[in-house]
Protein backbone atom coordinates (compact mmCIF):
# COMPACT_ATOMS: atom_id res chain seq x y z
CA UNK A 1 0.00 0.00 0.00
CA UNK A 2 0.82 3.67 -0.84
CA UNK A 3 -0.56 6.55 0.46
CA UNK A 4 -0.15 9.94 -0.90
CA UNK A 5 -1.29 13.21 1.00
CA UNK A 6 -1.59 16.15 -0.66
CA UNK A 7 -1.24 19.63 1.11
CA UNK A 8 -0.51 23.81 -0.31
CA UNK A 9 -3.93 24.53 -1.90
CA UNK A 10 -5.47 27.18 -1.00
CA UNK A 11 -7.33 30.63 -1.78
CA UNK A 12 -5.06 32.92 -4.55
CA UNK A 13 -5.66 35.61 -6.45
CA UNK A 14 -4.99 35.81 -10.46
CA UNK A 15 -1.63 35.79 -11.47
CA UNK A 16 -1.01 34.53 -7.90
CA UNK A 17 1.24 31.15 -7.11
CA UNK A 18 1.03 28.50 -5.29
CA UNK A 19 3.16 25.04 -4.27
CA UNK A 20 1.76 21.87 -3.73
CA UNK A 21 3.15 18.88 -2.28
CA UNK A 22 2.76 15.28 -1.97
CA UNK A 23 4.17 12.89 0.39
CA UNK A 24 4.17 8.86 -0.06
CA UNK A 25 4.20 6.88 2.55
CA UNK A 26 4.13 3.17 2.81
CA UNK A 27 5.64 1.03 0.59
CA UNK A 28 7.19 3.48 -2.26
CA UNK A 29 10.02 1.72 -3.53
CA UNK A 30 8.05 0.34 -6.35
CA UNK A 31 6.53 3.60 -7.36
CA UNK A 32 8.57 5.13 -9.75
CA UNK A 33 6.29 7.75 -11.38
CA UNK A 34 4.34 10.62 -9.66
CA UNK A 35 1.41 12.17 -11.39
CA UNK A 36 -0.53 15.58 -10.64
CA UNK A 37 -4.28 15.64 -11.69
CA UNK A 38 -7.03 17.74 -11.36
CA UNK A 39 -10.85 18.34 -10.87
CA UNK A 40 -13.11 21.50 -11.03
CA UNK A 41 -16.34 21.37 -10.93
CA UNK A 42 -18.98 19.79 -13.19
CA UNK A 43 -16.10 18.54 -15.11
CA UNK A 44 -13.93 15.20 -15.74
CA UNK A 45 -10.61 14.92 -13.98
CA UNK A 46 -7.58 16.12 -16.19
CA UNK A 47 -3.47 15.25 -16.11
CA UNK A 48 -1.92 18.15 -15.40
CA UNK A 49 1.91 17.20 -14.86
CA UNK A 50 3.53 13.83 -14.39
CA UNK A 51 7.69 13.29 -13.56
CA UNK A 52 9.84 9.51 -13.32
CA UNK A 53 11.77 8.63 -10.63
CA UNK A 54 14.87 10.49 -11.48
CA UNK A 55 13.29 14.07 -11.92
CA UNK A 56 15.02 14.04 -15.96
CA UNK A 57 11.49 13.28 -17.79
CA UNK A 58 8.04 15.44 -17.26
CA UNK A 59 5.14 15.75 -18.87
CA UNK A 60 2.66 18.34 -18.45
CA UNK A 61 -1.01 19.20 -20.02
CA UNK A 62 -0.56 21.95 -22.78
CA UNK A 63 -3.04 24.31 -20.33
CA UNK A 64 -0.11 24.66 -17.89
CA UNK A 65 3.32 24.05 -19.43
CA UNK A 66 5.37 27.70 -18.90
CA UNK A 67 3.40 28.03 -15.89
CA UNK A 68 3.50 24.75 -13.68
CA UNK A 69 6.61 23.13 -12.76
CA UNK A 70 6.59 19.33 -11.26
CA UNK A 71 9.63 18.66 -9.42
CA UNK A 72 10.73 15.54 -6.68
CA UNK A 73 12.94 14.96 -3.33
CA UNK A 74 12.74 10.98 -3.53
CA UNK A 75 15.13 11.14 -0.13
CA UNK A 76 11.66 12.99 1.00
CA UNK A 77 9.20 11.17 -0.60
CA UNK A 78 7.86 14.21 -2.25
CA UNK A 79 6.61 15.02 -4.97
CA UNK A 80 6.13 19.65 -5.69
CA UNK A 81 4.02 21.52 -7.87
CA UNK A 82 4.78 24.93 -8.39
CA UNK A 83 2.10 26.84 -9.49
CA UNK A 84 2.53 30.49 -10.77
CA UNK A 85 0.56 32.85 -12.92
CA UNK A 86 -2.74 31.32 -11.62
CA UNK A 87 -5.73 31.72 -13.51
CA UNK A 88 -9.16 31.25 -12.61
CA UNK A 89 -9.25 28.49 -14.67
CA UNK A 90 -7.10 26.61 -12.55
CA UNK A 91 -9.62 26.19 -9.47
CA UNK A 92 -9.67 22.10 -8.79
CA UNK A 93 -9.14 19.80 -6.22
CA UNK A 94 -5.77 18.80 -6.86
CA UNK A 95 -4.74 15.34 -6.86
CA UNK A 96 -1.71 13.47 -6.67
CA UNK A 97 -1.04 10.01 -7.78
CA UNK A 98 1.54 7.13 -7.94
CA UNK A 99 2.41 4.40 -10.58
CA UNK A 100 4.86 1.79 -11.35
CA UNK A 101 5.05 2.62 -14.72
CA UNK A 102 8.79 3.85 -15.89
CA UNK A 103 7.98 6.74 -18.04
CA UNK A 104 5.19 9.64 -16.93
CA UNK A 105 2.12 9.17 -18.48
CA UNK A 106 -0.66 11.39 -18.64
CA UNK A 107 -3.55 8.74 -18.07
CA UNK A 108 -5.41 8.22 -15.18
CA UNK A 109 -6.07 4.48 -15.30
CA UNK A 110 -1.76 4.39 -15.54
CA UNK A 111 -1.83 5.56 -11.55
CA UNK A 112 -3.15 3.19 -8.53
CA UNK A 113 -3.11 4.76 -5.56
CA UNK A 114 -4.31 8.58 -5.56
CA UNK A 115 -4.44 11.33 -2.39
CA UNK A 116 -7.41 12.68 -1.37
CA UNK A 117 -7.14 16.02 -2.92
CA UNK A 118 -6.20 19.77 -2.40
CA UNK A 119 -8.32 22.48 -2.80
CA UNK A 120 -7.03 25.12 -5.19
CA UNK A 121 -9.13 28.29 -5.86
CA UNK A 122 -8.16 31.18 -8.05
CA UNK A 123 -10.48 34.15 -7.60
CA UNK A 124 -9.99 37.65 -6.42
Known amino acids: QVQPVESGGGLVQPGGSLRLSCVAS????????MGWFRQAPGKEREFVAAINWSGGTTSYADSVTGRFTISRDNAKNTVYLQMISLKPEDTAVYYC?????????????????WGQGTQVTVSS
Open 97 to 113: ATSGRIIPSMRSYDYDY
Open 26 to 33: GRTRSRNV
